[in-house]
């Protein structure tokens, strides 16, 4: 399996400079949208980029790869942005995109690393299909998830370009990574938002079907954007997935599925068990995205000196569906009553992460009175 791509990048038609940065090698791609005044969007974009480039050499390019890479990826940045004024609050977004390759003993096709934090995103066109893999990190989406605004309501929300996680605003950063089997004719999209917010998903999918080269497609995107107001930079970085091998590409879902008249026995028997897996399936899904729906405080450990933290899902483990940690906050234990303490230890539910990071502003201005 061989990966080919086209990157395109422009400033836009509003902005001065461009704090956009990306990587597009041989088996790594990623885009970054940095944030910041005085330039320090471009540092920290620039820092992102340069330092996944790094320490992508001489690696096997897994989840837990670009986990462990981009969380001290963050650190870095982060420590940079504390050193000096000019930087102070400086930030970026990534999304990336990383070659994994078979092991030449196993027939198991290829498959592809993804990473994200932000609201850059990756999509993916397979066979007629054209979708959105990464999930934003953003107020917006938290908005759509809970169902009160619809994604064409969100492209054009007053606070879209909010995000909820990025890499330097803190020390610590949770990054969605995951595996994704890849297949010959398959084109990935990674870009800033400075392309979703410009042109419709519609209009994304019709560029991403076209059977062209992948810098004409990159192209085309960018120069859409500009047309349709370019008033953010604009980064696009297309990557096709090219092997020789007739039998990789995906086979299409599409239509019913044809069954002889007369089933025999057996294969009587494969399906109905197909159809029970199906079930059992489609129940640990449902089970899994309520294990993950919801946010809850909780104490970093139990020391007095423990931080207030949001995790999101259930405050118990359901099957093998554990909360993660979204953010660990400067309120401690020690700073709040015993009631209060009380109160996060009941793991109380909230429905959005806007509303964990309000409740945590009011239990500081409790804090303060009660200092007073």
């Not at 199906?278 to 007095?304: C, Q």
Request: proline share 3%.
């Amino acid at each position: 399996m061989l990966l080919k791509h086209g990157v395109a990048t422009d400033t836009g038609n509003v902005r001065p400079q461009n704090e956009d940065a990306y990587v597009a090698s041989e088996r790594l791609f990623a885009v970054a949208d940095g944030m910041g005044g005085h330039n320090a969007g471009e540092v920290a974009s620039v820092l992102a980029t340069t330092l996944l480039l790094e320490r992508a050499t001489g690696q096997t390019l897994t989840p837990e790869w670009f986990v462990e890479a981009i969380t001290a990826i963050n650190r870095t940045i982060h420590e940079s942005a504390a050193e000096s004024t000019e930087r102070r609050g400086m930030g970026t977004t990534i999304c990336a995109l990383a070659l994994v390759q078979p092991q030449v003993e196993t027939n198991e096709p290829p498959q592809v690393a993804l990473a994200n934090v932000g609201d850059s995103r990756i999509y993916l066109w397979r066979a007629g299909t054209f979708r959105q893999l990464s999930v934003d990190h953003s107020y917006v989406q938290e908005l759509v998830t809970e169902g009160l605004i619809s994604e064409e309501e969100a492209r054009v929300h007053p606070r879209r370009n909010i995000v909820t996680r990025a890499l330097g605003i803190d020390d610590r950063v949770a990054v969605d990574s995951w595996l994704l089997p890849v297949f010959s004719g398959d084109r990935f999209i990674l870009c800033s938002d400075g392309l979703v917010d410009e042109v419709p998903t519609a209009n994304i999918a019709d560029l991403a079907a076209q059977q062209r080269e992948p810098q004409v497609v990159a192209d085309a995107l960018v120069a859409l954007a500009k047309r349709n107001g370019g008033r953010d930079n604009i980064t696009v970085v297309v990557v096709d997935a090219v092997g020789d091998a007739v039998d990789q590409a995906p086979q299409s879902f599409i239509g019913e599925p044809v069954l002889e008249k007369h089933l025999t026995r057996s294969k009587k028997k494969w399906v109905i068990g197909v159809a029970v897996a199906l079930a059992l399936l489609i129940s640990l899904v449902i089970t899994g995205r309520n294990a993950r729906s919801g946010y809850f405080l909780t104490f970093e450990n139990s020391t007095a000196s423990a931080a207030v933290c949001i995790d999101r899902g259930s405050s118990s483990r359901v099957l093998w569906f554990s909360p993660t940690r979204e953010l660990c906050t400067d309120l401690m234990r020690s700073d709040l009553i015993p009631a209060l303490q009380r109160q996060i230890d009941n793991h109380s539910r909230l429905s959005t992460f806007i509303d964990a990071q309000r409740y945590v502003a009011a239990l500081k201005e409790v804090s303060a009175l009660n200092d007073k």
